[in-house]
């Protein structure tokens, strides 16, 4: 509420600025995609002191995310008034998401949260470090369903980061990241069958084009599938590295999140032909995922992953001593 508040009035920048520098509200900047030397520049483009020089230096994501805080300022209240029934419901709401995310968890997994923080991060939601972190607007426009829904895909997450903590994506190892590539497809595409966010389309107009061009994806995910597996394969060949490595895998598996449709429907194919329980043995072995899918999808002519990748994921699972 502090938050809210100090924004509602633009009173005191100082005091906003030192509050959003604290650690947790330093994630807003991160998910915003603004570089360290501009987090200043950015708060104080919200308030209206930023000189003309200043102005043309800004950026895209600068503007993103100051156009984001006035929408908050202005949603002020009812934003206010949607916590305060969240808060007054929250073991509910929290028992009811975990139930959701245990269907397709181990017995074993447990949800390691701290706790949820209200920050501005781009209509999004995510699990960083033990805590979610849920965008104010978002959450009001879901209403008290639909944040429980989302919160259960983020409570997956959470549960499977206590089985194995996920490799990071943003790595200088090449080797890190192409497993952690496809692991993102296991990672997210079994959370999306607990909850997919685009689903929501009816309620949140601004889901539209997202469920469009997800339901695409959805429906063409052998082609991602294959153009990231080639790409792995032209780096296991020695012929793709460096800063061409990593743009060619995301433009074929991360531009406008087609890891999570392609993920999702893999997931919902192990799913539907050999069950929930060989899926949910999946979670967080990310070798049995792709040797799942791959046995379904050899029965119904989808996309077969290379061998010599499925060698490459499991000979890194067996030699990493994190997956020990």
Not at 14 to 24: G, K, P, S, T
Not at 34 to 44: H, M, N, P, Q, V
Not at 135 to 145: C, H, N
Not at 242 to 248: I, M, N, Q, T, V
Request: glycine share 4%; aromatic share 12%.
């Amino acid at each position: 509420m502090e938050l809210f508040d100090l924004l509602a009035s633009k009173a005191n920048y100082r005091e906003i600025a030192e509050l959003f520098f604290r650690q947790e509200l330093c994630e807003s900047f991160r998910e915003f995609q603004i570089k360290y030397e501009d987090r200043e520049i950015a708060l104080r483009g919200v308030f209206g002191r930023v000189s003309e020089e200043e102005k043309s230096l800004t950026n895209r994501e600068i503007n993103t995310f100051s156009e984001h805080l006035e929408r908050l300022i202005g949603m002020r209240d009812s934003i206010i008034e949607f916590i305060e029934e969240a808060r007054s419901s929250f073991t509910v709401i929290d028992m009811e998401a975990r139930e959701l995310a245990m269907q397709y968890l181990p017995k074993e997994a447990r949800f390691e949260l701290a706790d949820i923080v209200m920050l501005p991060v781009p209509y999004d939601a995510r699990v960083f470090r033990g805590r979610v972190f849920f965008d104010p607007l978002l959450a009001r426009d879901l209403g008290i369903e639909g944040f429980t829904k989302f919160l259960s895909h983020e409570y997956h997450h959470s549960g499977r980061t206590s089985l194995k903590r996920p490799v990071e994506l943003e790595t200088s190892d090449e080797e890190d990241f192409i497993y952690s590539c496809f692991e993102m497809l296991e990672i997210e595409g079994i959370a999306d069958l607990v909850f997919e966010v685009s689903c929501l389309h009816e309620i949140i107009p601004a889901f539209k084009r997202l469920r469009e061009i997800r339901q695409d994806r959805f429906d063409n995910f052998q082609e991602q599938l294959e153009a990231a597996s080639l790409i792995a394969s032209r780096f296991l060949d020695g012929k793709l590295h460096g800063d061409a490595l990593k743009k060619e895998m995301f433009l074929a598996l991360f531009s406008k999140g087609a890891n999570h449709p392609v993920g999702h429907r893999m997931a919902f194919e192990i799913d539907r032909a050999l069950g929930r329980d060989t899926l949910v043995a999946t979670v967080a072995h990310t070798s049995k995922f792709l040797e799942a899918y791959c046995e379904v999808a050899a029965t119904k002519s989808y996309y077969v992953v290379e061998s010599r990748l499925l060698d490459f994921v499991r000979d890194y699972e067996t030699t990493r001593p994190e997956f020990g």
